[in-house]
């Protein structure tokens, strides 16, 4: 099993901008014509700008987007989860 976080590229680069962005993602793939099914887990504001610290901890902490590859199986699907995340990062 492999859980696998990450979080949109966002101008200003900020916690809180970081966290909208990863909030409209999760609402916008379950909604979608092709939904793809997220969670976000909250990451305090030292992890987080430790691993980034070009991100502005301008809040407590953000939303990041998290996906759990549980079977062997699921590797035939990371493309294709990857291609919809990354559409509804743009729009």
Known sequence: MDIVGYFPAVEPATL???DAASARILADGMTGPDPVFL???KAGRDA???RHPKVTADADGARI???VLMKPESEDHVHRLHDQVVRLARS
């Open 16 to 18: 809180t901008a970081v």
């Open 39 to 41: 969670s976000t887990l």
């Open 48 to 50: 987080f700008t430790t």
């Open 65 to 67: 987007l998290r996906s």
